[in-house]
């Protein structure tokens, strides 16, 4: 059973910092990985998709990045903005099925 | 089209009552998701549909719980005799196969009280 793991639970950083958020899977069989954003009570945005062919995905200031063999992905966000602030969800698919989620990182970018 | 809607966006409840919540996927997305999410955890997997079947569901899917896509479009899913420990929030996502992009709607907020 895929477990996935995301760290830190929260991260708190100035305005303008470069950060990188950390998500571990369990089994490397995996379809693809979704990097996904969710604002407090709202549903969820998703940001970048990676299949498990690619290495990476970039749009705009973030920077997904999959390696598969050591069951980890980063989401990598230049100059961050106090918009910014959100917390940030990764998710791994099975077998072109559901997505398992980690718990995900709150992220506050102060002003 | 705009995205994935969810409906009702917040619903209060009585203990014991049945609820029905209702999800239209993106137009031309075959598979829809169902994903319930409890306070500062992940979205955990309920059921999905590729189109009108139901191909599978979770353990966490109890015999009080019902989804259904007729025709292959909108969804409902339907929560009977409500217990306070179905209180979350109802998410439901889309998506065009199951190597694409999923989308997600703004959930459907439950409070059994």
């Known amino acids: 059973k895929q477990e996935v793991t995301q760290i830190p639970a929260a991260l708190s950083v100035p305005e303008g910092e470069n950060l990188v958020l950390n998500c571990s899977f369990t089994d490397s069989a995996i379809y693809n990985l979704q990097w996904f954003r969710q604002d407090p009570g709202k549903g969820l945005t998703s940001l970048l998709l990676i299949q498990s062919s690619q290495r990476e995905q970039t749009s705009g200031r973030l920077n997904a990045s999959l390696d598969k063999s050591s069951g980890r992905s980063t989401l990598y966000i230049a100059a961050s903005q106090p918009g910014d602030s959100a917390t940030y969800l990764c998710?791994?698919?099975?077998?072109?099925?559901?997505?398992?989620f980690g718990s995900g990182t709150q992220l506050t970018v102060l002003p | 089209d705009t995205g994935v809607s969810q409906n009702p966006r917040h619903k209060i409840t009585k203990r014991g009552q049945n609820v029905t919540f209702r999800c239209d996927p993106i137009s031309e997305h075959n598979r829809l998701y169902w994903y319930r999410q409890t306070l500062g955890q992940g979205p955990e997997f309920l059921t999905y549909f590729q189109n009108e079947a139901q191909l599978e569901k979770s353990r966490l899917l109890s015999d009080r719980f019902s989804a259904e896509r007729p025709k292959g479009s909108f969804s409902t899913l339907e929560i009977q005799r409500t217990e306070q420990g179905d209180s979350a929030m109802y998410l439901c996502?889309?998506?065009?196969?199951?190597?694409?992009?999923?989308?997600f709607g703004q959930g459907t907020r439950l409070t059994v009280v």
């Open positions: 998710a791994g698919a099975q077998a072109a099925r559901q997505l398992t």
């Open positions: 996502a889309s998506s065009s196969s199951g190597a694409a992009e999923a989308f």
